[in-house]
């Protein structure tokens, strides 16, 4: 059973298609018919890319690999029966679980705002975000809570949106930060490259800005300042989903998972965690896709494993580094690799290699 289909379940259907499990069935879970691919909603909200250039359909994915997708809720993991319950249907058992549910921005369950937009479920997120522009009745005043490397590039490409639309050209857009820089993690190089991007695509930066109140139009920091907004996009670090709380199993102490390093839950149960969903005490990774894809070699090789009932489970080590590209929505990107920085066309084309390579193996046609 595979309870969501991000990056490393989505690996695990793709491999039932060409090598089943014997006498096994496969159940796919989710709460939408598609699934999204987040490195490309940047390029999505900027228009560089269609809506559907970024889903995965799920029917004709697990059809293809001879598997029942489930679209329903979750409510709950009975351990004792190993079963999981839904909302609008009876409970399945199963033999095997994968949890690759993601993760969802921290913090802005805090606040009641009809601007108040969060970036995730990413499967409507677009489709919210221009609901809410809609409503203004001037040029929009946007802002984008969260200064990390994806509040950086959804705030670029926000901005190419906006100027292909006449009505909206003059809108503001601006980035609010409880840090002291942004995209923290990356060189100071890359982190003064876009500082220098931002500015020369009119993008205001407020650092050291930490929310405490949302108004209709207006949000409040810890030291008293204020900031207008008539769309707020919530793009801050990964918190664990409700869903998380729902599943009876240990998590650590922001929510997520726990599990050994061979991805199986420290509950002693058939039940993996995998991407943002699960965090290994002993060697806590970053909250990224790329390690999620990582994953999936070790994910398979356990299930199988484990559906053998033999004791080989490998462990999954996290890599100490990896090539970030962020799309600048200029038609160019800044990559990172090995202390190497560079803003050019060159590597916004290396991304849509990459990002479409990746996406393309999910979709039909096949």
Excluded at 37 to 59: D, K, N, R
Excluded at 197 to 204: P, S
Excluded at 252 to 267: H, I, K, N, Q, V
């Amino acid at each position: 059973m595979l309870l969501g289909i991000g990056h490393t379940n989505a690996h695990i259907v793709r491999r039932w298609i060409t090598d089943p499990v014997p006498a096994c069935r496969l159940v796919c879970i989710s709460k939408f018919p598609f699934a999204t691919y987040s490195g490309m909603l940047p390029g999505t909200l900027s228009e560089q890319f269609e809506p559907a250039e970024m889903e995965i359909s799920l029917a004709p994915l697990v059809e293809r690999a001879g598997g029942e997708l489930v679209v329903d809720e979750v409510v709950g993991l009975n351990r004792e029966s190993q079963t999981i319950h839904f909302a609008g249907r009876e409970a399945l058992a199963f033999d095997a679980l994968s949890v690759g549910v993601g993760s969802m921005p921290a913090g802005w369950k805090d606040f009641e705002s009809p601007a108040l937009v969060p970036i995730k479920p990413m499967q409507t997120f677009v489709e919210r975000w221009e609901s809410r522009l809609r409503t203004c009745q001037r040029a929009p005043r946007c802002v984008i809570v969260g200064g990390g490397v994806a509040g950086v590039e959804v705030a670029l490409c926000l901005r190419t949106r906006l100027q292909r639309h006449p009505a909206r050209q003059d809108a503001s857009v601006t980035i609010v930060t409880s840090g002291s820089e942004i995209a923290q993690g990356m060189t100071a190089t890359s982190q003064r490259k876009l500082l220098a991007i931002l500015a020369q695509r009119g993008v205001e930066v407020r650092t050291d800005f930490r929310v405490t109140q949302i108004d209709d139009s207006t949000f409040h920091s810890t030291s008293g300042d204020t900031q207008d907004a008539d769309a707020i996009i919530w793009a801050t670090g990964a918190a664990a989903p409700p869903i998380l709380t729902k599943l009876n199993l240990p998590t650590d102490g922001r929510g997520f998972l726990t599990t050994e390093p061979t991805l199986r839950t420290t509950a002693g149960l058939p039940v993996f965690a995998v991407g943002d969903s699960g965090t290994i005490p002993s060697d806590p990774a970053p909250k990224a896709g790329v390690y999620a894809v990582r994953q999936a070699p070790i994910l398979w090789h356990n299930l199988n494993a484990t559906l053998r009932e033999d004791d080989s489970l490998k462990p999954y080590h996290p890599q100490k580094g990896f090539m970030k590209i962020l799309n600048t929505g200029d038609g160019k990107a800044l990559l990172e690799y090995k202390g190497f920085s560079v803003h050019a066309r060159w590597c916004w084309w290396l991304k849509c290699w990459i990002d479409k390579r990746f996406i393309r193996k999910y979709q039909a046609p096949f």
